[in-house]
């Protein structure tokens, strides 16, 4: 697994994109999503085409959200077996408890 790139994306938070293995697709798919602040994955081809996109409600509780993709993951592991390596796109979110401390101070 390798992160090639990380940045900026239109102030909602950042894109990253790693390269997984076929095998170790749905794990880390799975892992993304229970990490929570993830807003969006896309599954591409190592050519760049999109394969699946993803999209994540940040409300919603992760059993609940992996019960409800579970049909998108058995697809990703039919994928896994074709492919030997997939790009994974990965949208996330930033929460505001990591804003500046110094803004904090000027709510007050």
Same mark, same amino acid.
């Given at each position: 697994?390798?992160?090639?790139?990380?940045?900026?994306?239109? +102030?909602? +938070?950042?894109?990253?994109?790693?390269?997984?293995? +076929?095998?170790?697709?749905? /794990?880390?798919?799975?892992?993304?999503?229970?990490?929570?602040?993830?807003?969006?994955?896309?599954?591409?081809?190592?050519?760049? /085409?999109? @394969?699946?996109?993803?999209?994540?409600?940040?409300?919603?509780?992760?059993?609940? @959200?992996?019960?409800?993709?579970?049909?998108? @993951?058995?697809? @990703?592991?039919?994928?896994?077996?074709?492919?030997?390596?997939?790009?994974? /796109?990965?949208?996330?979110?930033?929460?505001?408890?990591?804003?500046?401390?110094?803004?904090?101070?000027?709510?007050?």
């Amino acid at each position: 697994m390798r992160n090639d790139k990380t940045g900026p994306r239109s +102030g909602r +938070g950042t894109t990253e994109e790693i390269t997984v293995m +076929g095998g170790a697709l749905v /794990e880390k798919v799975k892992e993304l999503i229970q990490e929570g602040n993830v807003r969006r994955l896309i599954i591409r081809r190592p050519s760049g /085409e999109a @394969l699946v996109e993803i999209p994540l409600t940040a409300g919603v509780g992760v059993a609940a @959200l992996l019960t409800f993709l579970a049909p998108v @993951l058995a697809a @990703l592991a039919a994928m896994a077996a074709l492919i030997a390596q997939f790009r994974v /796109e990965i949208q996330r979110d930033h929460p505001e408890r990591f804003r500046n401390p110094r803004d904090i101070d000027q709510d007050d």
